[in-house]
């Protein structure tokens, strides 16, 4: 399923299925060629495929003028739904699994310059870059609702090169409350409700009191929603922190509304004991790659 | 320069230049296969070939998160430009030749049920639909510039299928002045300056009083602006008048920024003899199409 276009070579019957071969042959090189000699190459190269990709697609499908200007509405309504506390083309992109690849992409990059570090999943619409920092073994729930299951999540950050623990790594984390709401969604959640950034001990340890996840819609009032429901699909995502780790046990594993689940990101809740502030404890040591 | 992925086929060589083939061969028709048995068959059709090629296309260039981000907030910015006055997703669009090339599938498709009509451009974003019916013989012109060269446009509408002349064919025509800019883009003109509507007479005829069109850059302070010039290209559209009709002897006829211009579609302004209200005269018959 990831066969690419080539283009060079002759049009072969099955490849005009669909009436893709009886539009004008020549438009879309038309096109490429207008892109002119000083364009930064990496965008010539980026903007060639995304223009051959695309039209390909029209052709394909005969695409017509009315699908089309539906499409452009409700890309411009996905923008003026956006604001700095929601983003509804991210959303758009998620519902396609465009953001899950580009991720499998950037990571795998990564990897391959670097060592095997522990696996990237997306960042989502609902990260924000002013969380405060707390300290070691705080809670960051400060309304915690009744049908929540306290939980303490502990590990260590190794280097992923030279192996030892990382004195003083950033973490940051962010989840959604039990009705399924960030606190930047939800005025009856404190400001930075279950979000917060922590640093690492000497011994490169981190602790924090969160709740259980639980699997949640994305939202689904805008064009990202009405997208899902033409396409027969639901809007859950299963249960999940973002740093990001999914509960083994929850729903929507293996059907996430934004494709963002890896296996190795699959984690087990465990009882804990001795601990009247959380029931259950989580454990995940992470491997850090170098930064650039 | 119109192939298309064939998904069907193992992978060859040539297919996996790029890293293409290193990211999860599953990943796209796991995200296909989410769509539900309850969608439209037409929608099921359209979002499988665009989730197919997008996918394509972001392995293709190895797109990373950080440009797939740059992308979404063009998107969004996009969106929160646009209002009932411009449409900056469209003008998007545009740019990389999408309109024009709907334009050509819807065009073939209605050619093909019918027969040979009066060959179609793309509506572009300046298009309004309460443009106010004028007589026969008026000037759409109110504020016309000293720059302006006045002529006087005429034809016969002709049914395609009864070769017969139209009586009371409705031709909507809309212009932009001679700085570029249409009416609803600039306060020094009155409201439906260059817009209006005719009815054809009993013999099929019709016949006003514009100006000669003249070349103008598309609206290049939004998104679409900025890719045109990290494209490393101009912004100009050859002189036309939107019914559409483009002049013989304007600028940019081979490289128009949104890639409308078709040969048939080419016109020659003539002089015009013993009209002291136009220097100029345009000759053009219509040919209709059946309506659905």
Same mark, same amino acid.
């Given at each position: 399923m990831s066969g690419i276009s080539n283009t060079n070579k002759p049009l072969e %019957? +099955? *490849?005009? !299925?669909?009436?893709?071969? @009886?539009?004008? %042959?020549?438009f879309t090189n038309h096109v490429i060629s207008s892109i002119g000699p000083a364009t930064d190459p990496r965008l010539r190269k980026v903007m060639t495929s995304l223009i051959k990709h695309v039209h390909d697609f029209a052709r394909e499908v005969d695409l017509t003028v009315d699908e089309w200007m539906a499409g452009v509405d409700m890309i411009n309504r996905a923008g003026q739904m956006s604001t700095d506390r929601r983003n509804e083309g991210q959303l758009l992109c998620d519902v396609i699994g465009l953001e899950s690849l580009v991720d499998e992409i950037t990571f795998k990059a990564a990897a391959d310059a670097k060592d095997a570090v522990t696996q990237s999943a997306i960042l989502g619409p #609902? #990260? @924000?870059?002013d969380a405060p920092l707390r300290s070691m073994g705080d809670s960051i729930s400060f309304d915690t609702p009744k049908d929540a299951e306290v939980a303490y999540m502990h590990g260590v950050v190794y *280097?992923?090169?030279?192996?030892k623990p990382v004195d003083g790594a950033e973490i940051d984390i962010w989840q959604a409350s039990t009705n399924g709401l960030y606190e930047q969604q939800d %005025? *009856? =959640? =404190? +400001?930075?409700?279950l979000r917060g950034k922590f640093r690492t001990e000497k011994d490169g340890s981190y602790g924090f009191y969160c709740i259980r996840p639980t699997p949640y819609p994305v939202p689904d009032d805008g064009p990202a929603g009405e997208l899902l429901k033409k396409l027969d699909r639901h809007p859950f995502r299963p249960a999940h922190i973002h740093l990001i780790i999914f509960d083994a +046990?929850?729903?929507? !594993? *293996?059907?996430d509304s934004v494709f963002a689940v890896k296996d190795s990101l699959v984690v087990k809740f465990e009882p804990r004991q001795g601990d009247e502030k959380a029931a259950l404890e989580l454990k995940y040591d992470i491997l850090l790659g170098p930064t650039e």
């Amino acid at each position: 399923m990831s066969g690419i276009s080539n283009t060079n070579k002759p049009l072969e %019957p +099955e *490849d005009t !299925l669909n009436g893709a071969g @009886r539009y004008d %042959p020549n438009f879309t090189n038309h096109v490429i060629s207008s892109i002119g000699p000083a364009t930064d190459p990496r965008l010539r190269k980026v903007m060639t495929s995304l223009i051959k990709h695309v039209h390909d697609f029209a052709r394909e499908v005969d695409l017509t003028v009315d699908e089309w200007m539906a499409g452009v509405d409700m890309i411009n309504r996905a923008g003026q739904m956006s604001t700095d506390r929601r983003n509804e083309g991210q959303l758009l992109c998620d519902v396609i699994g465009l953001e899950s690849l580009v991720d499998e992409i950037t990571f795998k990059a990564a990897a391959d310059a670097k060592d095997a570090v522990t696996q990237s999943a997306i960042l989502g619409p #609902f #990260f @924000r870059h002013d969380a405060p920092l707390r300290s070691m073994g705080d809670s960051i729930s400060f309304d915690t609702p009744k049908d929540a299951e306290v939980a303490y999540m502990h590990g260590v950050v190794y *280097d992923v090169v030279t192996k030892k623990p990382v004195d003083g790594a950033e973490i940051d984390i962010w989840q959604a409350s039990t009705n399924g709401l960030y606190e930047q969604q939800d %005025p *009856d =959640q =404190q +400001e930075h409700n279950l979000r917060g950034k922590f640093r690492t001990e000497k011994d490169g340890s981190y602790g924090f009191y969160c709740i259980r996840p639980t699997p949640y819609p994305v939202p689904d009032d805008g064009p990202a929603g009405e997208l899902l429901k033409k396409l027969d699909r639901h809007p859950f995502r299963p249960a999940h922190i973002h740093l990001i780790i999914f509960d083994a +046990e929850s729903k929507y !594993l *293996d059907n996430d509304s934004v494709f963002a689940v890896k296996d190795s990101l699959v984690v087990k809740f465990e009882p804990r004991q001795g601990d009247e502030k959380a029931a259950l404890e989580l454990k995940y040591d992470i491997l850090l790659g170098p930064t650039e």
